[in-house]
Antibody
Framework: EVQLVESGGGLVQPGGSLRVSCAAS????????LSWVRQASGKGLEWVST????????YYADSVKGRFTISRDNSRNTLYLQMNSLRVEDTAIYYC???????????WGQGTLVTVSS | DVVMTQTPLSLSVTPGQPASISCKSS???????????LYWYLQKPGQPPQLLIY???NRFSGVPDRFSGSGSGTDFTLKISRVEAEDVGLYYC?????????FGQGTKMEIK
């Protein structure tokens, strides 16, 4: 059974940094592209970033480009999102999601809440 | 960016009655490989989204057959033949023909 468990969320001041993680199990980690998708409270879904299975290719939404860095450790089956220069508008639940041949986001974690506030 | 526009943004349905949600994309989602990269997700309260339909009309594993998807090019529809109480939540369409992947605004379905 595929499991994705996010962690690392919390309260951070504007301009600060935070790293969230996603621990994966139940599938061959290095074979799957993974993504981060976020959802502000009461708002819709926003794709944030995607990384290929090897980690060689990464993609970002314009809203986070230059501030966020996606990475993965295939030896630890863990996905990361390093978030720098955080803004109030980055406040959201951050979900990690697994790509399969069916869809870019087939399996989702339960999410971790990031709150950017002074 | 491909803009996804859903209508209505909310609907209230009596159990056993049908429901329909429209999704329009700002450009065609038909890829040169012949596939159309349009998906439907349902986000139940307090949960992450779950996949209902992929590539316009294919029901995902375990999805009841009361859910169906149709459409082509830029116009798509999700239909529920007979709404049940467990269908309450937010419905999103999504495209993956181009990065950034984009979602519709969401349609909130309530049960009368």
């Amino acid at each position: 059974e595929v499991q994705l468990v996010e962690s690392g969320g919390g309260l951070v001041q504007p301009g600060g940094s935070l790293r969230v993680s996603c621990a994966a199990s139940g599938f061959t980690f290095s074979s799957h592209t993974l993504s981060w998708v976020r959802q502000a409270s009461g708002k819709g879904l926003e794709w944030v970033s995607t990384i290929s299975g090897s980690g060689a290719n990464t993609y970002y939404a314009d809203s986070v480009k230059g501030r966020f860095t996606i990475s993965r450790d295939n030896s630890r089956n863990t996905l990361y999102l390093q978030m720098n220069s955080l803004r109030v508008e980055d406040t959201a639940i951050y979900y990690c999601a697994q790509e399969t041949p069916v869809t870019p986001f087939e399996h989702w974690g339960q999410g971790t809440l990031v709150t950017v506030s002074s | 960016d491909v803009v996804m526009t859903q209508t209505p943004l909310s609907l209230s349905v009596t159990p056993g009655q049908p429901a329909s949600i429209s999704c329009k994309s700002s450009q065609s989602l038909l890829h040169r490989d012949g596939k159309t990269y349009l998906y439907w997700y349902l986000q139940k309260p307090g949960q992450p989204p779950q996949l209902l339909i992929y590539e316009v009309s294919n029901r995902f594993s375990g999805v009841p057959d009361r859910f169906s998807g149709s459409g082509s090019g830029t116009d798509f529809t999700l239909k529920i033949s007979r709404v049940e109480a467990e269908d309450v939540g937010l419905y999103y369409c999504m495209q993956s023909i181009l990065l950034p992947y984009t979602f519709g605004q969401g349609t909130k379905m309530e049960i009368k």
